[in-house]
């Protein structure tokens, strides 16, 4: 009786570890004519997108079995899209795109990395720490309920800066040559511009919104944070 | 979860320092119970009140006195009482640092009420936001019609989320349980605020972003 209850016991052990590593890869390559415009629509995991030389996107994504992807190329625009279902199964991405690819990032939660891109830079996600370095984007707009948002990067004249977290911090490097327009409000009153306080001019000052210009003025930047800090350094 | 058991746990609560299970809970509890949802935007407001309080630190040296102090005297009943009643006749009081934060954020309580009452009686509420098709830096008084439509959408669209999430997968209801907190506690934040600067530019822009937020995170959630 011994040796077959230890036999039953091994099998099921088996079937839970195999369905446990159910998983899958998606991986496609696109050769976009032009500057592309990649949409990634993801539910539950992380998506790393980062700036390479070549002329190709390459999307990569370990995913739950139950996790279905579908992608679509029309002109230079590629949509990828991870099916909703009830479950929160998980999709891992890692993306290489040319520099000058324009991103919308659409999550619920994961954390996300861009890094490197020119291109303009959207994302919007419910719970997910936000992360961009080395971006050099003509907009920018990043919107979360949840998460920190942490931006190191440069500012382009005329451009668009958005960054907004319900719950999570704001922080900001930028380099100290960098002329803007702020907007700064955080329902903690929390705000520490640092020595970009100093060389504010025409500003409105309280404790739970900073608005000026620095230097020449140029770029708008607007940082909304509620239960958080907005924490702006220069590089 | 009972009234009482919700009540008992509200501070926790609201510092976020309950476990994730037990928030749910709460949050459940406070979607349908009226009586604890005004205890919490009670406390709301002390905290938002004491928060502004300056901060008292006391010498090193007071700890030893008060503690010598409680050695030598424990006070009856009858002397606590009488105590009160000369201090009553005498209108003189010596109150701790926490009991002065408790009375003031009480008398603030009643007199921002007051307030309220009274404008409201007058049919100007003063309470307002941006509009609802206006930019996050534009910060145009919200009318009371404008408000209606965004508590109509959100109302409709928590109702269908409401039916769907019993199917849900559990970490899937954490995170819009969990996230629907955060934004239900900046709005209470940016209503208190309201009611204590009924003029305060950027606590209007900042309750009607909330609004925003709030629909766009149960628009997410609505497609599951």
Known sequence: ?235 | MVCSQCQELLSEYIDGALELGEQVNIERHLSDCEPCRAVRDDLLQIVHFSQQLPVQAPATSLWPRINAGLAEFQPSFWNRSLRWLHNLRTLNFNFSVPQMIATAAAIAIVVSTGIILSRHDNGTTPIATAGITLSPSDARPLSQADLQVLEKQISQLSDSVEQRKDSWDPELRNAFERNLLYVNQSLAECRHQLSDHPGDDVSQELMLNAYREKIRLLEGFDKF
Do not use: C
């Open chain 1, 1 to 235: 009786m011994k040796p077959f209850l230890t036999f039953r016991l091994l099998f099921f052990l088996a079937i839970v570890t195999i369905s446990a590593d159910s998983q899958q890869r998606f991986e496609r390559s696109y050769s976009p004519q032009h500057p592309a415009h990649l949409t990634i629509s993801n539910v539950n995991g992380t998506i790393h997108i980062s700036a390479w030389d070549k002329k190709t996107v390459l999307a990569r994504a370990n995913a739950s079995s139950s996790v279905a992807f579908e992608d679509h190329v029309i002109g230079d625009d590629i949509t990828i899209v991870t099916k909703r279902s009830i479950r929160l199964a998980r999709a891992d991405f890692v993306v290489n795109v040319p520099p000058d690819t324009s991103l919308t990032v659409k999550n619920i939660v994961g954390k996300i990395d861009v890094r490197g891109i020119t291109g303009h830079v959207s994302i919007h996600s419910i719970d997910s720490d936000v992360q961009l370095t080395k971006v050099n984007s003509p907009s920018v707009d990043v919107i979360v309920t949840s998460g920190d948002i942490y931006f190191d990067g440069e500012l382009r004249d005329g451009g668009s800066y958005n960054l907004q977290s319900m719950k999570g911090d704001l922080d900001v490097t930028l380099p100290s040559a960098t002329s803007f327009n702020l907007n700064a409000r955080a329902l903690s009153e929390n705000i520490n511009l640092g020595s970009f306080l100093n060389s504010l001019s025409g500003s409105s000052r309280g404790p739970k919104g900073v608005s000026g210009t620095y230097l020449r003025g140029g770029p708008r930047l607007t940082l909304t944070a509620y239960a958080g800090r907005i924490l702006l350094h220069k590089k």
